[in-house]
């Protein structure tokens, strides 16, 4: 497993992610999100990461209290992306270490992390996914010389009859 240790975001990541922009309705996020099995989708003007948007953050919009009135359904599907985006959000560059981004992964419950380049920039998205094919890729790696090693031990050595 000192395999995973090596391994950066670039060699791994979904690169051109599915994105949306911040004027993106409510109506067509959930069209999105029916459509696509993604938990969320990172909002983009002219190429640069704005935020994210998530479920969690489409759902929200339909939390109603005493405090909170309802508003008209129509109103609410008007929404956009840019109202309801997390514009504060956790992001790797293309070098940095799988290991780094598991750790995020696992202390802040995120299912994907996006890939920014120094300006700000969309490279990829690297998912839970990703990381998971890249610790079963190891994980063989590591078998395959583990078995190798075994039968290397078990022939007898040249010139030692």
Same mark, same amino acid.
């Given at each position: 497993?000192?395999?995973?240790?090596?391994?950066?975001?670039?060699?791994?990541?979904?690169?051109?992610?599915?994105?949306?922009?911040?004027?993106?309705?409510?109506?067509?996020?959930?069209?999105?999100?029916?459509?696509?099995?993604?938990?969320?989708?990172?909002?983009?003007? &002219?190429? +640069?990461?704005? @935020? =994210?948007? $998530?479920?969690? *953050?489409? #759902?929200?919009?339909?939390?109603?209290? %005493?405090?909170?009135?309802?508003?008209?359904?129509?109103?609410?599907?008007?929404?956009?992306?840019?109202?309801?985006?997390?514009?504060?959000?956790?992001?790797?560059?293309?070098?940095?270490?799988?290991?780094?981004?598991?750790?995020?992964?696992?202390?802040?419950?995120?299912?994907?992390?996006?890939?920014?380049?120094? &300006?700000? +920039?969309?490279? @990829? =998205?690297? $998912?839970?996914? *990703?990381? #998971?094919?890249?610790?079963?890729?190891? %994980?063989?790696?590591?078998?395959?010389?583990?078995?190798?090693?075994?039968?290397?031990?078990?022939?007898?050595?040249?010139?030692?009859?």
């Amino acid at each position: 497993m000192y395999k995973l240790i090596e391994q950066i975001v670039a060699d791994y990541m979904t690169r051109q992610p599915r994105t949306v922009r911040r004027d993106t309705t409510m109506r067509e996020l959930g069209e999105l999100f029916k459509k696509e099995d993604f938990n969320a989708y990172p909002a983009t003007d &002219d190429g +640069r990461v704005l @935020g =994210i948007v $998530s479920k969690f *953050d489409y #759902l929200s919009c339909f939390v109603f209290s %005493a405090a909170r009135m309802v508003p008209r359904y129509p109103d609410l599907m008007q929404r956009t992306v840019a109202d309801v985006m997390t514009s504060e959000f956790i992001y790797v560059a293309p070098d940095t270490k799988l290991t780094r981004v598991l750790e995020l992964m696992v202390s802040h419950d995120l299912r994907s992390v996006p890939v920014l380049e120094a &300006d700000q +920039r969309l490279a @990829g =998205i690297i $998912s839970r996914e *990703d990381v #998971l094919h890249a610790v079963q890729d190891c %994980a063989q790696a590591a078998q395959s010389w583990s078995n190798a090693s075994e039968l290397g031990a078990s022939s007898p050595s040249p010139g030692f009859n």
